[in-house]
């Protein structure tokens, strides 16, 4: 029997001998820092695919490479390793395992993946309808990402990037062989994540990419992959229905720029310009999640002067006897701590108008109040 040494020995931890690349056409506008930024980085989970203990067993100096076509996220999967145990049913069939996840096509062939990346970067374009776009200045794009700027942007490379917000449904042309190849990052990113069913016909996707030009063709653009987030539909009593966020991802290497701020907006922006949505909700959203929606209706909800004005202003609508309640300092403070829930009745109807006009769920509006009354207090 192998002692725990020696079990060791040929024992790999998936999530880091799995690294991910997303590639872009050398000529990319993009390519020099890309290189940088977007090779080699690791996924959080790799339990739905290699099990519990995310452990790979049978092979020594394990490395694991998926790439992805940064637009239209074709995979290429190459595994190798120094040795390997003679096969026998304890040593892992990685090939095996992965491919269950991901569509046959995958490329093993990296040249072919490579002239795979150089077509994509001519043809693909997003699948759906565009909801949403901004704008970052190209210098801000590599913030904390430990690359010394200089190094990866030449003056004439210095210029602004736009993103884009694309909407789509299973009709959409193209759009569902597209998310076989992108529900892969919900697996590794997303605790508790798994494949959504394709026979539901209702879900909605919202896509976020990255639009650059090409250096050597300045008017053909390309599109990069930076996230997504999955929609569902629900029922809403009369004749609308209550959008609920499933999914939502921004890849690693667009974390922490406010990327997933955008994208969150850009479903919000869109419920609320849609007749029959009559507001967003959240499924079982993570920490990173929660904090990501309270800054953002925080901020959409001071950024409302009307709303700010009647709710916490000094001439704020008084509820309670014509009589704005003051703190010590003289601030008005109309609102008690759980005024959402149990103020006052034309408190609760001032509430209950702005929650449905602004299209938020119910718990979400009680928090954001609550928050809101603490900031306002002494
Ligand atoms: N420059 C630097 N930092 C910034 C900038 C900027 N321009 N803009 C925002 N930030 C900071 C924010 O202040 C925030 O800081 P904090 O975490 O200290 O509060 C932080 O960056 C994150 O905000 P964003 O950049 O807007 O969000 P991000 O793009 O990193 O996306 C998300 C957050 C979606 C949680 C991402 O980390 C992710 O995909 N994680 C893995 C998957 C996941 O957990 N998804 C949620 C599951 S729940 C569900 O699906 C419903």
Redesign the pocket.
Known sequence: MATPAAVQQWTADANEALSLSLVRAPEDKASLWAREVYEGFHP?FTYPIFGEEEKIYGYKDLAMELKFASGSLAHYLNVQHSEKLPSTSTVDDIEGMLSKFIPPDYYTDEKKFLERVEHDALNFKPFGQKIYSYTRAAT?LT??KNVAISQVLSPEDEETVDFEVYHSTWSTPGFREFHRRMQLFVLL???G?SYISETEDTWEFAVLYEKRRRRSAPDVTTYHFV?Y?TLYPFYCFPERVRLR???????PP???????????TAIYQHVLASPSIAELT?????E??E??RD?NDLKMLIANDKFMREGFGPEAVSTNGGKVPRTKRGKARPMRAGAGKMGPPAERAWLEKWRTELKIAGRQFNRLIEMLILKHMD
């Open positions: 959080t801000t913030k904390g990113y997303i605790e994540g996230g987030s966020i499933s999914q939502f991802l921004i890849l667009y974390q922490q720029d406010g990327h997933g701020s955008a994208l969150y959240v499924e079982d959203p993570a990173a999640f904090d990501l800054r």
